[in-house]
């Protein structure tokens, strides 16, 4: 397939600086007085705002505070409407006539709607706000397909099926309830956030080949235009044009809507099939994760910009006709970059533009893991993209690491030594959204248990106070998911983990544990006498009473064994706080440093002496209760230093979790209290330019340079502002911005691959753009290196290998290349060995409708063993045979005894389920499932 670039790559001043600097004018900070002069500042002055430079001139001018961005100091509640109050009963069943599997109303069915609505919710206000509640967030409330028979069935309970964006789901309300809700909020001073999707609608399009089929990738099959020319999608992305596409021929799949469903969306440019991906079921991993539907939901070409325009213009409406003060993205990671280079500005201008000079977006980018390479992938979102802030995932993996599975404390304290990434011109970590659980993981409550199952109900109590202590002392904004605060917690994620504030009759609820009550779901749960409730609201509290905890900035301090101590001072303010947590089940000592020596400290929270002293090196020992805090405050602001610190930079270079991103690291001499770096960068000649200010050491920014092109040169300085606003600025340094970093993986595990299958070799070239062109080759144990593929199809390059003919025990390395400028960039090679087949997964199940035949107790039990394939090495194919009585029957595969991951027609993950007609008398059937396709098949034995 040809490959012509829509576009090249920025220099440095148009992008990674360029782009930086609108940011900052357009998100910048409360605006401050000036600096007072080195020789003379004293202990109150504050520094200039930023402004770029002359080269060589005024670069002390630049020093500015650590941006507090809009949105940095709320308490979020988390709430799904149709589970919190049911305020209307006319409305359960949304107006739809019929039964549950008409209008989706069934409140003893976890999947079906319960009743609760927009009313309900704003006649529990009260409730709301005595918890500490700054911003209400509310799950989807647009209007819903109410029922998928496909999923279950199911019901749109949850909003993230919807049909209509420019009205309320009429289970809930009306847009005049809304529009009262909103107003009663802010009467009370809460602002009232939405949670919005632009990745996907309700399942409508089907295909002809299939209602839920598998992915099929865009090297297999790719777009073409509606003359049937091939092209890439993103050669386009981002720019104004686009080619026409026709349902009948541009995709892999053929489009087709029901009748009676042809005009079913609004606004009505939703209606047109060729404004969706329509490349099958996403299995969540590589290049499908953007392109594939989830489990049949129709994904928008978000590419395109009829679908790009129209998503922010859908938004905007909701802002300047409802007032809403924020949006929780939904499904960040599964829409490409572009969108969100178009979306975020486009909506935030928009709003301001509006009165809403604080508006606040935040995005769901979800994963595992709280590592440097985890957080330098979220971070993506807020410095490359320019978004504001992301939902803090890596924050949630870190608590629970520490608090439910009592991780080490020098853990935690890696963690938030890794918030740096987030550093940019316009934003940081201080305004992360973070939270310990949610509506598709679970609960807080719920992994206290799964963790340490033999915690008794104190403990488990005590734990989720610590693991709130920690969502409110340390930085970011904390979100509580409703019902945590009246001790909610599930046996699971998803389904499990919603239920009903109002008196449930789920029986999959009213038996939950509740932690610090008798009380179940089954009861009324608006107790604002709950122990968490009142732990929650008294550490809202705290932080209204001392903003410090909430904006101030956060010096990790030390780790030792189960207890971490973090100080937080406002720069203004500079009055030391210091914070220690202890995961212990048992007292903990601590000695730590503090800004300041001599300094007396008083207790504000927590159990341990009312006052301490520092010593003369300002240390002190710190007596942490178990499994719990403490607090305690200077009396006294910090002592005003003298005179600037001594500044210097060591070398930038690219980070090792992401070759994009430029460690820019300076170092302060002889020097032990407050102070806050900007870093600043730009092209030989031109004017510096603000890239981040850091009030925390290690101070740092990891610089984006994601789109300057190879080769060009980068300088950077740093400037410090200390605790008496004395400025210095440290020598020049220089980088070159070095090509993209090539990393081959395979297909196979443990370095070995099947030989009867081809070995599937990708890479993603850090940084990634559309225009590249990789080339793979492959060498056979010493011998030469031969070319075996070419693909320019982002933003996953791959080729497949077919290594049949070799032995078995064969060394089979690949390696990528690409041509960057004038020279050819390489990755390291990757080694693997043929083998013979083995099991990818422990177990394998044919379950359906067919199981009580079998031996099974009862149909679609994905755990029966009776229905259980074996593998078979020769072909490395799961199979079994099984005698069926005649009838008509539906099955798909079930991995490892659950329904977590299944696979159904051709192989797509949560596809149709599978028909197999007996004819009479009988007959012995032979099932496989191939476990590198992923797809099953039957046929008769023999």
């Known amino acids: ?139 989807p409330i647009f209007k819903n397909k109410a029922v998928q028979l496909e999923d279950g069935p199911s019901a749109g309970y949850h909003g993230y099926w919807i049909t209509d964006f420019t009205q309320v789901d009429p289970h809930l309300g009306t847009n005049e309830e809304l529009a009262a809700l909103v107003d009663a909020a802010h009467e009370r001073g809460m602002k009232v956030y939405f949670d919005i999707i632009t990745n996907h609608t309700a399942d409508v399009i089907g295909y002809e080949e299939g209602a839920r089929t598998a992915y099929v990738d865009k090297d297999v099959e790719p777009y073409r235009t509606a003359a049937g020319d091939p092209f890439d999608d993103r050669d386009f992305a981002g720019t104004g044009d686009f080619p026409l596409m026709d349902p009948a021929t541009s995709f892999p799949y053929t489009p087709v809507l029901e009748e009676g469903e042809e005009d079913l969306k609004v606004p009505a440019w939703l209606n047109d099939p060729s404004l969706y991906h329509n490349r099958g079921n996403t299995t969540f991993v590589g290049e499908d994760s953007q392109y594939g539907d989830f489990f049949g939901l129709d994904d928008l070409f978000t590419e395109h910009p009829t679908v790009r325009d129209g998503m922010i213009d859908i938004y905007r409406t909701w802002v300047s006709e409802f007032g809403i003060d924020g949006f929780r993205i939904d499904t960040m990671k599964h829409v490409d970059d572009e969108f969100w280079k178009a979306f975020g500005p486009g909506l935030l201008d928009y709003a301001r533009a509006n009165g809403k000079p604080d ?82 993981m679970g609960r807080i409550g719920h992994f206290l248990g799964a963790d340490d199952p033999d915690a008794t109900a104190e403990v488990k109590l005590a734990r989720s106070r610590l693991a709130h202590d920690l969502l409110y002392l340390s930085r970011g904004n904390p979100v509580v998911f409703y019902g945590d605060e009246q001790g909610f917690t599930g046996t699971g994620g998803d389904q499990l983990a919603r239920q009903d504030m109002f008196p449930s009759t789920t029986p999959e609820y009213v038996d939950d544990e509740q932690l610090g009550s008798s009380s179940t779901p089954a009861e009324d749960n608006f107790d604002t006498d709950h122990p968490l409730y009142q732990h929650i609201s008294g550490l809202a509290a705290l932080r209204e009473e001392h903003p410090a905890l909430s904006t101030g900035a956060m010096q990790v301090r030390t780790a030792e064994g189960g207890a971490l101590v973090f100080s937080r001072i406002d720069a203004e303010e500079q009055v030391e706080y210091v914070v220690a947590v202890n995961n212990s089940e048992e007292p903990a000592r601590v000695t730590t440093s503090t800004f300041a020596g001599g300094q007396r400290l008083e207790r504000i929270y927590g159990e341990g002496p009312d006052r301490l002293r520092t010593d003369r090196r300002g240390e002190v020992s710190l ?216 099991p990818a997964r422990e177990s394998v199940t044919v379950a359906g409708s067919l199981q009580s035949e079998i031996g099974c107790p009862d149909d679609w039990q994905p755990g029966c063993t009776e229905s259980r394939l074996e593998f078979d090495e020769t072909d490395g194919l799961w199979r079994a045979t099984f005698t069926l009585p005649e009838g008509e029957y539906e099955w798909k595969i079930a991995v490892d005894g659950s329904w977590d991951e299944n696979y159904g027609a051709g192989g797509a993950a949560g596809g149709d389920n599978l028909a197999l007609s007996v004819p009479a008398g009988g007959g012995e059937f032979t099932f496989t499932w191939d476990q590198v396709t992923k797809v099953p098949a039957v046929a008769p034995a023999g």
């Open 1 to 139: 397939m040809g490959h012509t670039p829509a576009r090249t790559r920025r220099s440095l001043a148009a992008s990674a600086v360029g782009a930086l600097t609108l940011g900052a004018l357009t998100f910048a900070g409360p605006a401050t007085a000036p600096a007072r002069a080195d020789d003379g500042a004293g202990p109150t002055a504050t520094p200039a705002a930023a402004k770029p430079g002359r080269p060589g001139k005024g670069v002390r001018s630049l020093a500015d505070h650590a941006l507090r961005p809009a949105g940095a100091d709320q308490n979020f509640y988390f709430v799904m409407g149709d589970r919190f109050a049911n305020g209307d009963p006319a409305n359960d069943t949304g107006g739809i006539e019929g039964g549950r599997l008409e209008h989706g109303f069934d409140p003893s069915a976890k999947g079906f709607y319960h009743g609760g609505d927009l009313a309900g919710l704003t006649e529990k206000l009260d409730y709301v706000q005595g918890l500490g509640t700054d911003a209400i967030w509310l799950t």
């Open 359 to 440: 508006f606040f977006m935040f995005g769901e980018v979800a994963l595992d893991g709280s590592d440097a390479e985890a957080t330098s992938f979220t971070s993506h979102y807020t410095t490359h993209l320019g978004m504001q802030a992301i939902l803090d995932f890596p924050f949630q993996w870190a608590a629970r690491d520490f608090v439910s599975r009592q991780g080490s404390a020098a853990a935690l304290r890696d963690f938030f030594l890794a918030d740096d990434w987030y550093t940019d011109a316009d934003s940081n970590a201080s305004v992360l959204p973070t939270f310990l659980g949610n509506h598709d």
């Open 623 to 838: 007596e942490v209760p178990a499994t719990g805090s403490v607090v305690y405050r200077a009396t006294a602001a910090l002592p005003a230093s003298r005179t600037a610190p001594k500044i210097t930079l060591r070398a930038p270079a690219p980070s090792q979790e992401a070759h994009s991103r430029y460690l820019v690291q300076a170092d302060l001499r002889d020097y032990s209290s407050f102070a806050e770096v900007t870093f600043l960068a730009r092209e030989p000649g031109e004017e510096w330019t603000p890239i981040g200010t850091d009030d925390a050491a290690p101070y740092r920014v990891f610089h984006d340079l994601y789109d300057a092109e190879p080769g060009t040169r980068v300088q950077y300085r740093a400037v410090v502002l200390d605790n008496a606003g004395h400025t210095r600025a440290s020598e020049v340094r220089r980088a070159t911005v070095a090509p993209p970093r090539l990393e081959v993986t395979t297909s196979g595990s443990d370095g070995s691959v099947t030989a009867i299958d081809p070995v599937r070799v990708s890479t993603v070239p850090d940084p990634e753009h559309p225009d590249q062109v990789v080339t793979f080759e492959r060498r056979v144990g010493d011998g030469s290196w031969t070319e075996i593929g070419t693909d320019s199809s982002s933003p996953v390059y791959t080729v497949d290998d077919d290594v049949s003919e070799l032995d078995l025990g064969t060394s089979v390395s690949y390696r990528a290349s690409m041509v960057v400028g004038d020279r050819v960039v390489r990755s390291r090679p990757v080694t693997v060995v043929t083998a013979a087949p083995t």
